[in-house]
């Protein structure tokens, strides 16, 4: 079973067009609360972001925000949060995430999201890390990238063994029971090479 204290999630900034998908990020958020696990994230206030972190807040969870300066400055930081970490860089968030995450979930989200995930995916592919990964495929969202994956390892650029990189749950409600269910990591992380 693998000890649970803080998870990363990859979610959009915006909304998004469909409203059980803000629903979503609100439930999750109320899970970690009450599951006792803190939010780590990207910091932001607004959309998605901001939803998960209002929502784990109002239920009493920890929620971590860690933002690069120049969004910072753009003053679209969420100022409520329990702890906020202004960084130098994307890279030096992303990195920050990884050292303070035991696993990652990737909700809903647009090129940041994607880029969030498919980097903590390779990097787990590198045998950087084996902490868990869970897409949250809710309504079918992440069902584009997933047939992306099969057209890659249908041309042969990369192996079957890349599904397994990743734990695919349809809703917030399944992402704790199989994070609940995965091995705890044998790969010691060593951020340094990142």
């Not at 693998?2 to 999750?28: N, Y």
């Not at 599904?163 to 992402?175: E, P």
């Amino acid at each position: 079973m693998l000890p649970l204290q803080s998870i990363a999630v990859f979610c959009g900034s915006s909304v998004g067009a469909r409203p059980a998908l803000a629903d979503a990020a609100e439930r999750f958020g109320r899970h970690l609360a009450a599951a006792g696990i803190t939010l780590i994230y990207g910091g932001g206030r607004a959309g998605l972001m901001g939803l998960i972190a209002d929502a784990t807040l109002t239920a009493g969870g920890q929620v971590v925000g860690i933002i690069p300066g120049h969004l910072h400055h753009r003053e679209v930081q969420h100022d409520g949060l329990t702890e906020l970490l202004v960084v130098d860089s994307m890279h030096t968030r992303k990195r920050l995430m990884f050292e303070r995450a035991d696993a990652f979930v990737a909700l809903p989200g647009g090129l940041g999201t994607l880029d969030e995930t498919i980097e903590i995916v390779t990097w787990r592919q590198l045998g950087l890390h084996d902490k868990p990964v869970v897409l949250v495929d809710q309504d079918g969202y992440w069902g584009p990238l997933l047939g992306l994956v099969d057209h890659i390892v249908d041309n042969r650029f990369a192996g079957p063994a890349v599904h397994a990189l990743w734990q695919v749950v349809q809703s917030v409600d399944a992402v704790l029971p199989a994070l609940a269910d995965a091995p705890a990591p044998s790969i010691a992380a060593h951020p340094g090479r990142l």
